[in-house]
């Protein structure tokens, strides 16, 4: 497998809505900061490009991902649009992964965006929602957050976890949000607040799920040859791994717990899985990752994780699916500080979707960036000279990109690789 | 095709749809619609079931896994499933009530959503349940099936209530 | 959110949004719309422009290459344009009379659909001819631009006759 | 470069309308008889999925591609969907490629579709027209045939390009398909007929534009070691080539010809290029799939070619681009019967999109299977025992799918591999 490495990436600032700039836009300004870090990148060194956005309906406009590509000046090289849900923008990363790793492309860009402000929220939880099943589930809720809380009181119902530590991932992530710029929901929450916040559907509440964004994001991706060329710290993509699940929450199997290295059968002897109340996507993906990249106990091997907490019980279900903890221990795992920005592995430092905004196309490739950055340990550069989340001397990462109700869910390893 | 005065020079004026919220930038409202013309397909014998008050689930005519919502070819060895009847009665797997929702639902909240399961079937039905208070809802809780007298061939032509009502 | 009597135990029985086409297999008419808020964002000055009987085309601020149609960004070496006023006079570069279309079109057809071309400007303009029979549109032939009294904020507010007339 | 092998292929007969089957069913019928060619390629033995479809508008649904490799029985596997306009087809078997060649997977089921009867006809082409620029061009005409109008006036104006040459193309192609059972529309036409059909977007007429299709495709891509495993009679997939251009077609820029190691500045010396008159972006595939598959000179070294010839403009553009004929030669070229079942390099012995149908998502596999068919030397086996299509002990074939004016154009070279 040829070695692919991340030389560079972009964020804009997510915002609720972005009325002076369109998403071209929006990718060029991301796009031109991922260029501008790395000087001898010009335009006719990038071979091609990955785009990524989940809908034409937030859009209003068809094949927008040739728009952007064409915006950037790309044309006539290279170009595809990866659609994978919520996962589109990880997804987007592992194609641009590919694309090298093949040996067809030495330099990919990578970028994604959404606009969902063209909507009020309602209507984009609509249109959120005909990403269920349009015969089955749709018409019966037509709201993803239900499916989500669904999923979660089943989880509580197994294994007791509480609104107490769903809370809890609430607080820890908005709080990291504090100390970065380009957090659109920043706040200093107490899990009494987030208890307080208005019931969406039960048990999530308004603080328990991430809001809608405008955003772009650029992750630019190099051989090993054109890396070193490039930059001298360059971060290797060691695994990538990608799960899938029934679209259908209802269709979900009861079978045995898909193992990790480092997991015993006996840990699971009665536990009926995935079931409703947990990702059997993400194990799958974690488990591909972690094979590549030759991890055997994530919570030993990983410095930090960048997550996919759409909602907060996102994040607990994750950290079980990732094998931070057992299955079922998630909730006592936030609880006792393990995932804090000082705790045994970091998870969402950066304040992960809840707190940054969750411009679907781009969410996933965000996380790459927030993720090069803190391997990079140039985190105070990019966040204006505020060093507060830049981890001590991380060496490896994960990013973690999920689509609805765990469908597409992608898990990614990123190294230094200097 | 209508006829066309082409030689005139000068494009109509027109003043339907176009309304500005903003000028800088220029911001707009723009309308959509579309007419689908939507098939159930496979699916279509759930459909009429439910009509006739039954409801329907599918069986693997190879490995015999059994599927609560149906679907025409089994997710576990591929091969064709032929349909069963379900129990009208079943079980709370889990629930939540909604109090916002995707627009158009937005007018029928609160409401709430259960997983249906039956004893010996392999998966769930997602349903609503109607008329118990969201704080009496329990996974466990009994529950049966009802029908719409006036099915509008929508999953929501069959709902679920406390068995025991 | 409306009040709910919560503790009913039948789902309302409603006539709404079912139209069936077919019963076997069940197919049904599904309506979608969507109101979109649109921004032209960086374009926005081309269509106020417009407005005031303007084309507005880019000009690159670092290579130079000049744009018929708007960019905020030069397609060939990535730099900020600025705006820059296309001459109202172009020539057809080349052309179409559209018998059919969309439907949100079809009820304007026939039309003619030209590229405008300048001489100096490296791209087109995209825009409707009027007033000449699709027999007597060429390749080459001048044309001028007229512009709406009643601005639309369209791309349509601006359109084409023959340069003599 | 890892080598990819395509194993196997399935097809269903594309039709105006298919109430009877959804799309997941269509891609499982598409699927199963793909599988069932190959009797040692059981499911557990597929490692992931790629899907293939245009437009959440035509599906009435979001993520439909989760939906279909659900229902194919392929979850948790790795999936993901590749949306690149019309040329969606293409570029999902070679996003299938990219996730062999590097190494991630080794076997992959490629499969799209697209159920186009869901709304009215010129519905249908309204969704399409939204995939031009929404502030630009879809106001203004907001009509694809239009666009290619536009294009074909100025490739007759420059080149002497007659209307009697492009019905040459619909001849030929309703003709070819006479003896595929899988066409939507095969016709016995004169020159006459179709230029007598009615006109649509001058010079372009009914006779010269594909219909609107629900259909589906899959074609099982492999690596070399399974390929050879699986089947005695597997396909090498040796170049595969993409390229891009402007959405805009006025923003087509005027440059000098790209060339093909087979040709000379002089040839071009006055043209303008690409201008609207061809597809820069077919060139650009074209040039990286030969350098891959070591093609020098086309016309010699391809036994035959399926092209997207959704409009009989653009297959006469295409032959240009590929290099078949210089760029101005394509009407000459189709009228001197080059292109013909038993010519030169016979194009589109299936019977192209013009008498085959173009279910967006499906189109590009469909070809794949057509051409692997044809390299097998199976075509009289699949086609109900009628073999006239099948061209004698062709070695290398060229599929080409092709994106709105040329958006997106994927060109992959497939060759014998026993
Ligand atoms: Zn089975
Ligand atoms: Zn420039």
Chains 1, 4 share one sequence.
């Not at chain 1, 989340?389 to 469908?407: C, D, V, Y």
Request: aromatic share 10%; with cysteine.
């Amino acid at each position: 497998m040829r070695p692919v490495y991340m030389v560079s990436g972009g964020i804009t600032k997510f915002s609720k809505a972005s009325p002076n700039k369109d998403f071209r836009y929006m990718v060029k300004e991301s796009f031109d900061s991922a260029m501008a870090d790395v000087p001898d990148l010009t335009l006719d060194r990038i071979d091609g490009s990955v785009a990524s956005y989940f809908s034409d309906h937030f859009t209003r406009q068809l094949m927008a991902g040739i728009m952007v590509h064409d915006y950037l000046g790309l044309t006539p090289k290279p170009s595809r649009r990866i659609e994978s849900g919520g996962a589109t923008g990880g997804m987007c990363f592992q194609s641009a992964w590919e694309a090298i790793a093949s040996g067809r492309m030495d330099v990919v860009a990578a970028f994604g965006f959404e606009t969902m402000s063209h909507v009020n929220t309602w209507k984009g939880n609509e249109f959120i929602a005909l990403a269920s099943d349009t015969n089955f589930d749709y018409p019966v809720g037509g709201f993803y957050t239900g499916y989500y809380a669904m999923m979660v009181k089943r989880h509580m119902h197994e294994f007791g976890t509480t609104v107490e530590q769903l809370a809890a991932v609430s607080v820890k992530n908005h709080k990291n949000a504090m100390h970065n710029p380009y957090a659109q929901f920043p706040a200093e929450l107490t899990i009494q607040d987030v208890l307080n916040s208005e019931m969406v559907s039960d048990p999530l509440k308004r603080l328990d799920i991430c809001v809608m964004s405008d955003g772009a994001a650029t992750a630019i991706l190099a051989s090993e040859e054109m890396a070193y060329k490039l930059t001298d710290k360059p971060i290797r993509i060691t695994g990538v791994g990608t799960g899938t699940d029934a679209m259908r929450l209802a269709d979900r199997p009861s079978r045995e717990v898909i193992l990790l290295p480092h997991e015993n059968p006996e840990d699971y002897k009665n536990l009926k899985y995935p079931g409703v109340h947990s990702f059997r996507g993400g194990r799958v993906a974690a488990k591909e990752a972690y094979k590549m990249a030759k991890i055997e106990n994530p919570l030993e091997e990983l410095d930090f994780v960048e997550l996919h907490d759409a909602f907060t019980s996102s994040e607990i279900q994750t950290y079980e699916d990732l094998g931070l903890c057992k299955y079922g221990d998630g909730g006592k795992f936030v609880e006792s500080g393990a995932a804090d920005l000082n705790g045994k592995v970091p998870v969402n430092p950066s304040g992960g979707l809840l707190a940054c905004g969750h411009p679907v196309g781009a969410t996933g490739l965000m996380q790459s960036v927030f993720a090069f950055w803190q391997l990079q340990g140039n985190v105070s550069k990019h966040f204006g000279g505020d060093g507060a989340l830049q981890l001590k001397n991380p060496k490896r990462g994960l990013i973690h990109s999920h689509a609805g109700t765990g469908t597409y869910i992608t898990v990614s390893i990123m190294e230094r690789g200097f | 095709m209508a006829e066309k005065n082409i030689s005139s020079t000068k494009l109509e004026e027109v003043e339907q749809g176009c309304v500005l919220y903003n000028l800088d930038p220029i911001i707009m409202k723009y309308h959509y619609e579309v007419d689908y013309i939507h098939s159930y397909a496979q699916d279509s014998p759930f459909f009429a079931g439910l009509a006739k008050g039954e409801l329907k689930g599918s069986r693997c005519t190879k490995c015999g896994s059994t599927f609560g919502t149906p679907r025409s070819h089994c997710m576990n060895c591929g091969a064709p499933t032929e349909w069963m009847d379900l129990p009208l009665n079943g079980k709370i797997h889990t629930f939540t009530t909604c109090y916002f929702g995707g627009q158009e639902f937005l007018d029928e909240t609160p409401f709430t959503l259960i997983m249906v399961e039956w004893p010996g079937v392999d998966t769930f039905f997602l349903s609503r349940l109607v008329g118990v208070a969201p704080e009496d809802v329990q996974i466990g809780m009994e529950v049966k099936a009802r029908f719409r007298r006036l099915s509008q061939f929508k999953p929501t032509d069959v709902y679920f209530v406390k068995a025991d009502v």
